[in-house]
């Protein structure tokens, strides 16, 4: 299906490499974040009203000033350690999927800013987490009716190694019962060396979307995971991922990272503006995001169906 799309798309199915461009806490310029640009969330009407989105990460800092007053549910999967963030990786994918509007310096860097924030702690403060307490995490997120759920989390899968059945279940579970499971590709490649590496677990599960990162001239960021698993393990669409500004717990407040992991609450939060919008949910909110998403003159392997974008 990949090499048929290519052949219709004219795509030459080769990426360009791009590296991460470092970090740091300065604010980049403008009043909006290049992701939020890129994708369009800076002309759309909606902004997630309604919508539950659960993420399952190393929790949030909810002393954060940019979340005062929001409608924020909270629960640690990860036995001895508080919801609260101390590692700072969960605030910052909070921060994208759903930032305030106006916080308190610019740029504005959240998606879906009126979206209810289910955060979920699965991983440590150290960064590292059980597959019982992300599943756990799956199930309280769904059993809150959370048509949402992004997991910047995942392992490393050999080239040839199947899916996991039990977290394919899981997804169609999901899926059935209205939840949307975004995931991160992945981290392994070195694609500068010619190296790409398969999609990661639990992404590559055919029922849980595999989200690949871009940089800001729209190429594939050197380190982002590709399908190369014949069974199962495809990119199911691609967002910004390099060089993503958002929140940070504080006194640090802000904080520019880079990763898979940076792209998939961007695509979190633009499935919570495309489920106010037309009230899809489950497969319906999937086929949506993927339709709606822009075209790159990249190989599917590596994007998918493109660059997810902001309903208007």
Request: charged residues 15%.
């Amino acid at each position: 299906v990949n090499t048929l799309v290519d052949r219709l798309l004219d795509a030459d199915g080769d990426a360009d490499i791009e590296g991460d461009g470092g970090g740091g806490n300065e604010p980049p310029n403008g009043s909006i974040t290049w992701g939020l640009q890129k994708t369009k969330v800076d002309i759309s009407s909606y902004s997630g009203l309604g919508i539950k989105v659960a993420v399952l990460d190393t929790g949030f800092d909810l002393t954060h000033p940019d979340f005062f007053g929001r409608l924020i549910t909270s629960q640690s999967f990860i036995e001895g350690e508080e919801v609260q963030d101390g590692n700072g990786h969960g605030t910052h994918c909070i921060g994208t999927a759903c930032g305030s509007q106006s916080p308190s310096s610019l740029p504005r860097y959240g998606v879906a800013y009126n979206a209810e924030i289910y955060a979920g702690k699965v991983l440590s403060n150290e960064g590292s987490g059980s597959d019982g307490g992300i599943l756990a995490g799956i199930n309280w997120a769904i059993a809150n009716g959370c048509q949402v759920i992004s997991m910047s989390l995942g392992a490393y899968a050999a080239p040839g190694q199947a899916f996991s059945t039990i977290y394919e279940q899981v997804g169609r579970r999901s899926l059935r019962r209205g939840s949307l499971i975004v995931a991160a590709a992945g981290n392994d490649s070195r694609r500068q060396f010619g190296q790409v590496e398969p999609v990661s677990h639990p992404a590559n599960c055919p029922s849980i979307m595999a989200v690949a990162a871009l940089s800001l001239n729209l190429k594939v960021a050197y380190f982002s995971n590709g399908g190369i698993n014949r069974k199962g393990g495809q990119i199911d669409i691609a967002a910004p991922g390099v060089d993503v500004y958002s929140s940070w717990p504080m006194p640090t407040r802000y904080n520019t990272i880079s990763g898979t992991s940076m792209a998939t609450p961007h695509v979190a939060g633009l499935a919570a503006l495309q489920a106010e919008a037309t009230g899809a949910t489950g497969r319906e909110l999937w086929a949506q995001l993927t339709q709606n998403a822009w075209r790159l003159s990249l190989s599917t392997r590596d994007v998918g169906s493109g660059l997810a974008q902001a309903v208007d």
